[in-house]
């Protein structure tokens, strides 16, 4: 075990499931040799296989579950050589995996209501989110809005179903839930006051949906923080891979650029120029 800045670790898991929950992702559940910590939702990892075989830059996950001390288990949607390599992985094998890293939703007090809006696999950081305000007993003031081209790719939304908080499913295609986009189903949420303009808003999800989010926050006067699905080479901010422009009036000062490993991938739209 490698120990880093903070309280990140080198940890080799061992492969103790792999569940599919769509046509091209699944869930892969690790057993961790040292205990982990309870972490902050939009925290994560970067993984590669043990054995050397994939490629030589790990790729990042958002922690996706904690089942208990030393078990964490991760969304993991199948797109290139890094992802394909895991999916190659078998149950008994190992991933290297180098966690936690990042600052994830800075949360609001269980009394101010929460909306979280996911894009595809941007559903990884709020499972654990939505489990955290059950916790607080938030659950009448929290609200789910899952969004996907087509029911397949709601990925593994019977979880988000089963818990208390409400959950709302959009598909482009009409296939399921809401027919349009996860943002027309939160405009129509706020238009008939289902939601409160004096929430705060997280998003997760591809580039393309984060930049409508922020277009949408922007527009109505509403306060939200985006979780970046970044490209990263390391994850602990040596490489310099995932740079993303602030805004000089914003709450990270007068530095032009942050690393989204270091100072994200959560931020607030108030501190970046996306």
């Known amino acids: 075990m490698a120990v880093l800045a903070g309280d990140a670790r080198v940890l080799a898991g061992d492969i103790i499931g792999k569940t599919e929950c769509g046509p091209d992702a699944f869930i ?14 939009g925290r994560f990892a970067m993984l590669s296989p043990s054995h050397g075989g994939g490629p030589v830059i790990p790729r990042p996950f958002s922690i996706y579950e904690q089942p208990g001390s030393h078990t964490v288990s991760f969304l993991v949607q199948v797109l290139g050589p890094g992802t394909r390599a895991l999916e190659d992985l078998e149950v008994g094998e190992s991933v290297d995996c180098t966690l936690p890293l990042g600052q994830g939703f800075d949360p609001p007090p269980a009394s101010r209501e929460l909306v979280m809006v996911a894009g595809g696999v941007g ?19 929290t609200t789910y809005l899952f969004g996907a081209r087509t029911e397949d790719r709601l990925y593994d939304r019977a979880r988000f179903e089963a818990e208390p908080f409400r959950t709302i499913l959009a598909t482009d295609d009409g296939s399921l839930g809401y027919s349009g986009s996860v943002l027309d189903s939160l405009a129509d949420e706020l238009e008939a006051g289902a939601v409160s303009k004096d929430a705060l808003f997280c998003a997760c999800g591809p580039e393309g949906l984060l930049h409508a989010f922020a277009d949408f926050c922007a527009a109505r006067g509403l306060e939200g923080q985006i979780s970046l699905e970044t490209y990263m080479g390391c994850g602990f901010g040596v490489c310099n891979a995932c740079p993303v422009p602030t805004r000089p009036d914003g709450p990270l000062g007068n530095w032009p650029w942050a690393k989204s490993c270091l100072e994200g991938p959560v931020f607030s739209l108030e501190a970046v120029s996306f």
Not at 28 to 41: H, R
Not at 124 to 131: E, K, Q, S
Request: charged fraction near 20%; avoid cysteine; aromatic fraction near 6%.
């Open 123 to 141: 559903s990884a950081p709020f499972l654990a989110y939505g489990r955290e305000r059950v916790r607080q007993g938030a659950v009448a003031n």
């Open 28 to 41: 892969l559940e690790l057993q961790l040799p040292a205990a982990l910590e309870p972490v902050t939702a």
